[in-house]
């Protein structure tokens, strides 16, 4: 998943979990279970948005906290 996705399909403030994507329908369960998710930094965000529960790559951490949002 690339930030480019999260900057399209969500609103600054909101939750980014791997069930708020699959509600979007950005991601899709796997054999029935929700997949691990790792966020990577291809693309701008300017949104600050809270991510929870998934993995990301440092490039991805950086623009995200540079754009007011929060890794939890």
Do not use: D, H, Y
Not at 42 to 71: H, N, R, T
Request: charged share 40%.
């Amino acid at each position: 998943m690339n930030l480019v996705e999260l900057e399209k399909n969500f609103s600054a403030g909101e939750l980014v979990t791997p069930e708020s994507l699959l509600e979007k329908r950005l991601i899709r369960r796997i054999k029935g279970k929700v997949p691990e998710v790792k966020i990577l930094g291809k693309g701008e965000i300017k949104k600050a948005l809270i991510v929870k529960g998934c993995q990301l790559s440092k490039s991805a951490k950086e623009k995200i906290e540079k754009a007011g949002g929060k890794v939890e």
